[in-house]
């Protein structure tokens, strides 16, 4: 059964139709998983829905629940599912390689780990030619600060305000947003203004961000650094793309100040942003190192960092050494994924659709609703940023929270994002269609008009 329908101008507010059954489904439903959930998993920071969602397919640009109800996956699992759920030729890639070997060590020969890092480096600029395989987008970015200290010699990481790089020991540290900081040690981190240009202090020029930069070498630091890290469009952080011309600045300051220049691209790569295929390439950089994972596996658990032979070369000296890092199932996932992106024109695609949305919301936003203060992003990675009061940004959290519950009754899951929670995010599959996007601004249309 499909999302009931609401009327939107006269218009009926239904999914586009979609050639597909899901399996019934017997398993148990969303009370008793949510019971044993409370029971035997950590308490979570995210409840997400007030009523837990129990979802139990995919296929491609949406999800089915425990009623066979469809939605349309709007976050792409979380950013995750670049390609599609259970796209076929992930999952075949994936289905072949776990009849033949799962797992044994990295440390043997496997062609499928060997095929995947040439691919990857055959996508990055520069010399960025030595790949290591991790499982998350944590992983990877505290294997990128350990490259960083040790190829330096120095202590001190600068990160931006405002952004997420992970919840582990390390990554709290980088991350720079309150709402995940745990009271554990994160020294030797400093996190400058982020280049915001709707919030941030300095508008939409870099100049007054950069010297933040060098202020905090100049009276934080010995002078030197390890390294710079910074998304290229802040995810969790609600969808901020850093002022033009940031990057090219910071980095200089950056290297100048010894330190190497890390682009976390976990959520930004692959094609997501349309008009390149890394984040970092909209500011026209070539960062020392470079970490992903999210859409890299479809939502396989897999990471990665590619760096320089250079840098790589300084881990040599001790071992360096994961256990399921680009093991053979996740690495034929992964290959797979490359190709589809490339033979499905994925890139193209996500700015086609993605302007084609940001267009949409733009114009409910000039002639439609003044609670949305800002319409942000590029390709597929886009962020509407709803305002209490639009003149003075007034964060508008509960606004958002009712646009985020009610969106998913009418059909559709987005993300929501930014330290106040007041960005709803929308990074869908790419093989999103023009049609599902049509649905999409409509619903979002038909939620605001009806907010309390
Ligand atoms: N970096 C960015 C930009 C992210 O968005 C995330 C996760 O949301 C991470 C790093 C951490 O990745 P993971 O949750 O796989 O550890």
Not at 279 to 294: C, L, N
Not at 338 to 356: F, I, N, P
Not at 400 to 412: I, K, M, P, Q, S
């Amino acid at each position: 059964s499909s999302a009931p329908s609401y009327r939107v101008e006269g218009k009926p507010l239904t999914l586009p139709p979609f050639d597909y059954t899901p399996k019934p489904y017997n398993g148990p439903l969303a009370d008793e998983i949510l019971q044993k959930r409370q029971k035997y998993l950590g308490p979570s920071l995210f409840h997400y829905y007030k009523k837990p969602l129990n979802i139990v397919e995919g296929k491609m640009q949406y999800l089915y629940d425990e009623t066979g109800r469809r939605y349309l996956d709007a976050i792409a699992g979380i950013v995750t599912v670049s390609c599609g759920h259970c796209h076929p030729d992930v999952l075949n890639a994936i289905t072949e390689q776990s009849k033949l070997l799962q797992h044994a060590t990295t440390v043997y020969l496997h062609h499928a780990i060997a095929d995947f890092a040439e691919a990857l480096a055959s996508k990055m600029p520069g010399n960025l030619k030595v790949v290591y395989f991790v499982n998350s987008g944590s992983e990877a970015n505290e294997l990128a600060m350990l490259m960083a200290r040790v190829y330096t010699g120095n202590l001190g990481m600068i990160g931006l305000r405002n952004a997420y790089h992970g919840g582990t020991s390390g990554t709290i540290g980088l991350t720079g947003l309150g709402t995940w900081k745990y009271p554990i040690p994160q020294g030797n981190i400093h996190h400058v203004v982020n280049p915001d240009p709707y919030r941030g202090t300095f508008g939409s020029s870099p100049g007054g961000y950069a010297k933040d930069v060098q202020d905090h070498i100049n009276y934080g630091t010995s002078g030197k650094v390890a390294g710079f890290i910074a998304e290229t469009i802040q995810g969790a952080g609600g969808v901020v793309e850093l002022a033009p011309g940031y990057l090219e600045m910071v980095y200089d300051i950056v290297r100048r100040a010894g330190g190497v220049c890390i682009a976390d691209e976990v959520q930004t790569g692959f094609g997501r942003t349309g008009s390149h295929y890394w984040g970092f390439e909209t500011q026209d950089v070539i960062p020392d190192i470079v970490t992903m994972a999210k859409g890299i596996g479809n939502g396989l658990p897999l990471g990665a960092v590619v760096t320089t032979p250079e840098i790589a070369s300084v881990l040599a000296q001790k071992i360096q050494f994961n256990t399921f890092g680009g093991n053979p199932v996740c690495s034929a996932g992964g290959l797979a994924v490359l190709r589809v992106l490339d033979k499905e024109k994925r890139q193209a695609h996500c700015a086609d659709v993605g302007s084609h949305i940001l267009a949409r919301l733009r114009s409910l936003k000039e002639e439609r609703y003044e609670n949305i203060g800002d319409v942000r992003g590029r390709g597929l990675m886009i962020g509407m940023d709803l305002t209490k009061d639009f003149k003075n940004k007034t964060p508008g959290t509960e606004l958002a929270a009712e646009v985020f519950e009610r969106l998913r009754d009418v059909g559709v899951l987005v993300g929501k994002g930014g330290l106040h929670g007041n960005v709803i995010r929308i990074k869908p599959p790419m093989c999103i269609t023009k049609e599902d996007a049509d649905f999409l601004v409509d619903a979002i249309d038909h939620v605001l008009a009806t907010a309390k």
